[in-house]
Structures are given as C-alpha cells and as structure tokens.
C-alpha cells in the first residue's frame, strides 16, 4: 500500500551549483495568481470564440457551462490528491507512486507533449494578440508564427528574471482580467445589450457543423480548452509555504473564479454581438474587438489590447512556469535526461524552461498553415484531457484498491470523494474521445488526412513511443543479471 509516508514531499534535486534546491517561497495569494493566469478567463475565453463562432454558429454558452460544472469536478480529484501529496510534478508524480513506474512513465510523456502543445497553442494565439496590437493584423501563416515566436521570447525571460518580477507579471494579469475584462464585460451587459438572454441559447448549429447535435458536441469539445491549467497549482507545490493547506485552495478557487469571468465575459459578448460581426468570423479572427469599438468608440480599442496583451503574457509566463516544472520533475525521476533536473542559485530550473521553451517554439511552426489553429488547440486541449483521464482514472484504481486512503489528507470528502472521483473519470474520457474525435467541418475542405486524425494519430505516437521505451527498459534490465555474471 502505498501512504502519504511513502511519498517524499521534498526530494532533493540534482542541482547545477551544491546545495541549490527549490526555494519554498510562494504565498497562496502568489499559488492562486498562478492558477488564475493559467486558466486565464482572457486566454480561455478569446483563445476560442473565433473557432467557437465559426464551426458553431453561436449559442455556446451551455457547452461552456457543463464544461465548467464536470472540470470543477477534476479540480476536486486534483486538490484532494494535493492535499495529501503536494510534490512538484503533481499529476505526474501521482501517477508514477500511486499506479507504478511504468505508469508514470506514460504519464509523464503525456504530460510533456500536452503541456507543451498547451504552451505552443497559448504562444500562437498570444501572437495573434500581439500583431493586433502593433497594428499587423492583416498577418498570415508565417508572419503569425513569428509574432508567436516573439510573444514565447518575451513569456520565457520572465520566467528567466527575479522571482518577484515574474509574481509582479502574474498580479498584473489577474488585476487586468478582473478589473479590465471583468469591467468591460459588465458595462456590455449593462449598457450595450442588443439581444435577449434567450440569444444565449440560439444558432446552436448555423456555422460549419451540419446541425444542432454535431454544433453542441464541438462547442463542447472546444469549451474544453477554456478551462485547464488548475493543475498549475499542484506542479509548484514544493515552492510553496503550507502546500497541504494552500495548494487544494489554490486549485479549487482559482477554477471558481476563471469559471464565473469566463462566463459571464461570454454572457456579455454574446449578448452585445452585431449578427453580422458573427457571420464574417474566421478561425483566426478576433471577433471580440469589433464589439468594444462598436459600444465604447475607437479610443478603447488600445487600451482594451493592452490589458488583453498583459493576460497572454501572465498566461504564457505561467505555462513555461508549469511545463518546466513539470519537466523537472520527471527528469529528477530519471526518466528524461538528468540535466534536466540542474537548477540554478535562485532556485530556477534553468535547463527545463528552455528545454520546454524549445519544443514549443518548434510546435509553433504548424502555425503556418493558417487553418491549422483548430487542429493546435485541438491537441493542446485533448493532451490535457487525457492527462485528467489518467489522473481521475489513477486516483479511483488507488481508491478501490486500497493504495490511496484520501482520509490521510487534509481534504477529506469521504464517500463523496469517490462518487465525484467517479464521475470526473467518466466526464474526462467523455471528454477525450470528443476532442479526439475527426470533425471534417471544423478544418478547412482541402485540410491532409493528418490534420483531421491529429490527435488520435500523436497521442497513439506518443503511447507507442513510450510502450516501446518500457519494453526496451525491461529487456535491458533483464539481462543485466546475465550480463554480470
């Protein structure tokens, strides 16, 4: 059986200088701004409304509600794990000391390469902002890719700079979403409404889906992406002060509040929407900043950029901060090159942020293709998916069997916690299999094979990569005795 004993909630690194270790610094004010900027209300919500519009035709607004209510369900799995085994790495870690190494293994190789699609995907539409922005919006394919690649620059010397600029970067994203997005949603719905609520429930299947049932499991599918990265929270636990206390918080509350700006920022907006706006959107378009200069002028669309700029950044700076400690994590296993696990003075893992910066910036070449971006948030959102798949389905197999007693934590939600466990594992395949699943008209008519099966065909590739690593691992290690002797 393995107990909360077993499990080593400050392991010592491999660092580049002796003596060097995590530093244990972070408040639940600095945990909470983590989570709040990964999932990011902004990020979350504008990241998608153009493919959102464009392959459902509006009328969304239920899918992002039910996605919310099953994710707070997966957040709670997560923050009674937390509770219990707050270690850097977080899902991984549980994977690999609840299910066993090999599952770990798997775990960890799923995590990488979602985690980091999530990354490529945040940095593609963070650069789509940025042209905006500096006025270069009629960019395409590669011009986009290179903003992307100038917006993961910017993303990666913050998490290279002094701690405290990197938690200042993070506040201000959280003061813009929740003063700047958060106000500018209110004042559309107060002053600027030019529909009935019951437009939040209409054109359910008028874009490229063929009709209401195949609109809804999409707009679902996509919602998705609007609500991942709580787990932020738990992959920086040995950075910070009381983790068993604070990290759980962190988790839960910072899903809550992303979920209500995110939806009543989507009340808002859809509600102020001109219909024709709508019928022009593309996939890569913004559809949002047409509604802010129609309602306030066109002196608050720079500002409006701005404060949106200034989320994608504490977003795309939280994700590098995430994926590396990720990272980290794995490699200190030894189940990535151990360089990975050097860190420097101020406690940074150096080698993991640009390790994790690297492939993203690799990933962002699919970007050239410019009807590609369905198919980037598609991976980025399914990897994820299958990570909580993973980790819901873990949890209750530790459950059942007696390998994890939830009692021993300090969020302790008896026979609740296995009926929720029970349903987030559920909602969390359910999940998987829709984003996974090939949707000809969410990609462009002479879209390749590939692009339609992209995420089936990389997560098959990344779990037959890694089936053949293991089977490699234990042929070695079964004949080391031989070898030996």
């Not at 499990?7 to 530093?23: C, E, F, K, S, V």
Request: net charge neutral.
């Amino acid at each position: 059986m393995v107990t909360e004993k077993s499990l080593d909630t400050n392991p010592p690194a491999t660092p580049a200088i002796a003596g060097a270790t995590l530093h244990r610094h972070l408040s639940l004010w600095n945990s909470l701004t983590l989570g709040f900027a990964m999932v990011s209300p902004v990020v979350g919500l504008y990241a998608i409304m153009g493919v959102q519009t464009a392959v459902t035709g509006g009328g969304w607004f239920v899918a992002l509600a039910l996605c919310l209510i099953m994710q707070l369900l997966v957040a709670t799995v997560y923050a009674e794990l937390a509770s219990q085994f707050p270690i850097a790495g977080g899902a991984y870690k549980w994977a690999h000391h609840l299910g066993g190494p090999v599952t770990g293994q798997f775990a960890g190789a799923i995590y990488v390469s979602s985690t980091i699609a999530m990354l490529t995907t945040t940095a593609y539409t963070g650069g789509i902002w940025l042209s905006i922005f500096f006025g270069s919006s009629s960019g395409s394919g590669i011009t986009l890719v290179l903003w992307g690649a100038v917006f993961l620059v910017i993303c990666t010397l913050l998490n290279l700079a002094r701690v405290n600029v990197f938690t200042v970067t993070l506040s201000m994203g959280v003061y813009a979403e929740m003063i700047g997005s958060f106000g500018v949603a209110l004042l559309l719905f107060l002053f600027f409404r030019q529909h009935e609520f019951s437009e939040l429930f209409q054109h359910m299947g008028t874009g490229t889906a063929p009709g209401p049932t195949a609109a809804f499991l999409a707009a679902l599918a996509i919602a998705g992406w609007a609500f991942i990265g709580f787990d932020a929270c738990s992959t920086i636990a040995e950075e910070t002060l009381e983790p068993k206390r604070v990290v759980p918080r962190a988790i839960f509350f910072s899903l809550c509040m992303v979920g209500s700006v995110v939806m009543f920022n989507s009340a808002a907006l859809t509600l102020s929407f001109d219909r024709s706006a709508l019928a022009n959107t593309s996939v890569s378009s913004d559809p949002v900043t047409p509604v802010i200069v129609s309602s306030f002028g066109a002196w608050a669309e720079k500002p409006f950029l701005a404060i949106v700029m200034v989320s994608f950044l504490a977003c795309g700076a939280s994700v590098v901060n995430y994926v590396s400690r990720i990272v980290y994590s794995i490699a200190r296993e030894g189940n990535m090159p151990r360089v990975l696990s050097q860190i420097a003075v101020d406690g940074t893992p150096r080698p993991a942020i640009l390790f994790t910066v690297l492939w993203a910036g690799i990933g962002l070449l699919l970007g050239v293709n410019d009807q590609a971006v369905a198919t980037i948030i598609a991976f980025g959102t399914g990897g994820l998916y299958a990570m909580f798949t993973m980790t819901t389905g873990v949890g209750l197999y530790a459950r059942l069997t007696g390998r994890w007693n939830p009692a021993h934590g300090q969020l302790n939600l008896g026979r609740w916690g296995l009926l929720i466990n029970v349903i987030a594992f559920h909602w969390s395949l359910f999940e998987l299999i829709n984003i996974a699943w090939p949707r000809s008209y969410a990609v462009s008519p002479d879209a390749p094979w590939w692009q339609l099966w992209a995420v089936p065909l990389v997560l098959g590739s990344i779990l037959g990569i890694t089936t053949l690593y293991v089977l490699i691992g234990k042929v070695r290690g079964s004949a080391l005795p031989e070898s030996s002797a």
